[in-house]
């Protein structure tokens, strides 16, 4: 998912509105915005992409100086309307509006707790126990309440919250998902990757770092809680595949890192061809690292259709089956009667990637060498990352060359571990790196994330 703030601008929900349109990539099953206008919160969240929900009129009837918004995609609870966010509910401390990005990994055992107790939710996404908690305390602030909420959640949160004229930006003591702090003259912006910033007009300022819960208002910014001191663990695969290349998080550019895995993935996996072609959008960077490193050259040897929708209809069988040609067409003149280094971010089900190596034998590629810019994906995630269960992660049962065969590629690589850690300059501790390692951070005691990776 992907969460934004403004505060303190006379068209807050109308820069909200761009910060999730350049965040549209976090997540584009909902969206949703909510603002204060000085005597009541306004929201409006819908299904589907940002530039459908949102017209001219939606926005005028979201008015006021502070705003936040939220895109979605589901990783707890289902994907429906209940669940889209900002949830906006009416407490004893004011009403709240809440975005969340990350995922509670002891949610399940909160939510029973709470219901034990009388309490009736609305959705069934984890941020809402966050809302409840934070309703129930008798705290003499809204942000006491907050704090007592977090202090009792456990799991990834970037999360921003609305209460009347003030934003509460936290992050969790781990720091899985990123969330920056950014200016816009006079105003404050938040937002899950700079790339929002750079669509405002915004200034990066810096990172809500890890544990820190910062008070933003027009008075300015005001630190409620103290950042935790390290190790964290920044979600690596933020880098590898989730954010985009013109982003900056945890404090590196996503674009130069990719490239860097690219280059890393060709020392350590070389491979005797002609061509590097990478699979379109997030497979570029690092095929143009292996061709800057290995010498071979770079040919776009893949176009990707950008226009493809939800809504695209899967024609009849009878028509044809389209699968993967719809997104990704290979240009025949550039690959065929080559030997072609194909590399891409990730390797999750296999079925893609199966797909896009028999496309390049069709269109003339005389072998097919699959380079991946990260290890083997042998786990789900539990901090935010939509990955299917275990047993449809094709690398969690099957060796290399048994992933080499399903693809029907001429040789398989993936860069190592500690290939991947070292293209990073925050040191290697600092990261999760669970669903390629199976070392799982803050997992040992709960028994229901537990039994997800079984
Ligand atoms: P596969 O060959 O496993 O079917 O698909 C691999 C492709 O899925 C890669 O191109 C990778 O970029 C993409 N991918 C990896 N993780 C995710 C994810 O969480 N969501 C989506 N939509 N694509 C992903
Ligand atoms: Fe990121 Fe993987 Fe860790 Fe999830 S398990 S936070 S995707 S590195
Ligand atoms: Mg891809």
């Given at each position: 998912c992907g969460v934004c703030a403004v505060v303190g601008h006379p068209d807050a929900a109308n820069l909200v509105y761009l910060g999730l349109y350049a965040l549209q990539h976090r997540g584009q099953e909902s969206a949703g915005i909510a603002t204060w206008d000085g005597h009541r919160v306004h929201s409006h969240r819908a299904m589907g992409y940002v530039a459908d929900i949102f017209d001219r009129k939606t926005l005028d009837r979201l008015p006021g100086e502070v705003a936040i918004g939220h895109v979605r995609y589901s990783?707890?609870?289902?994907?429906a309307l209940t669940n889209a966010q900002p949830l906006v509910v009416n407490t004893q401390h004011g009403p709240l509006a809440v975005a969340h990005n990350g995922n509670l990994v002891n949610a399940l055992s909160l939510r029973h707790a709470l219901e034990g107790e009388g309490a009736i939710f609305q959705?069934?996404?984890?941020?809402?126990v966050i809302l409840h908690l934070a309703a129930r305390f008798r705290a003499d602030s809204v942000e006491e309440a907050l704090l007592a909420a977090l202090a009792a959640v456990k799991g990834a949160y970037s999360l921003v919250v609305l209460a009347r004229e003030r934003v509460l930006a936290a992050r969790d003591p781990l720091g899985f998902r990123p969330l920056l702090l950014g200016r816009l003259g006079e105003a404050w912006v938040v937002a899950s990757e700079s790339c929002a910033f750079d669509l405002l007009g915004a200034e990066l300022v810096r990172e809500v770092a890890p544990g820190e819960v910062l008070r933003l208002d027009r008075a300015g910014v005001r630190q409620i809680r103290p950042a935790a001191s390290p190790p964290y663990a920044h979600c690596v695969f933020e880098h590898v595949y989730?954010?985009?290349?013109d982003s900056r998080v945890f404090g590196e550019d996503v674009g130069i890192v990719r490239q860097r895995l690219g280059e890393r993935l060709a020392l350590e996996q070389p491979a005797d061809a002609d061509v590097v072609v990478g699979v379109p959008d997030s497979g570029i960077p690092a095929a143009l690292g292996y061709s800057r490193f290995s010498g071979l050259p770079f040919v776009l040897g893949l176009v990707r259709n950008?226009?493809?929708?939800?809504?695209?209809i899967e024609p009849k069988q009878s028509i044809r089956h389209f699968g993967v040609k719809v997104k990704l067409n290979p240009v025949r003149a550039l690959v065929s009667g080559k030997r072609v280094v194909l590399v891409d971010d990730s390797i999750v089900r296999g079925t893609t990637s199966r797909k896009i190596v028999t496309m390049l034998k069709q269109a003339g590629a005389r072998e097919v060498h699959l380079r991946i810019s990260?290890?083997?994906?042998i786990g789900p995630c539990f901090y935010g990352i939509d990955t299917p269960e275990r047993r449809e992660l094709i690398a969690s049962s099957a060796t290399v060359e048994v992933i080499r065969q399903f693809v029907g590629a001429d040789s398989l690589g993936y860069l190592s571990e500690a290939g991947m850690l070292a293209?990073?300059?925050?040191?290697?501790?600092?990261?999760?790196?669970a669903c390629f390692s199976?070392?799982?951070?803050?997992?040992?005691?709960?028994s229901e994330t537990l039994a997800k990776t079984q």
């Open positions: 990783t707890a609870g289902d994907s959705s069934t996404s984890d941020t809402e989730f954010a985009r290349p950008h226009y493809v929708g939800r809504t695209f990260s290890p083997p994906t293209c990073l300059e925050t040191p290697a501790e600092n990261f999760c790196t199976g070392r799982y951070p803050l997992l040992e005691t709960e």
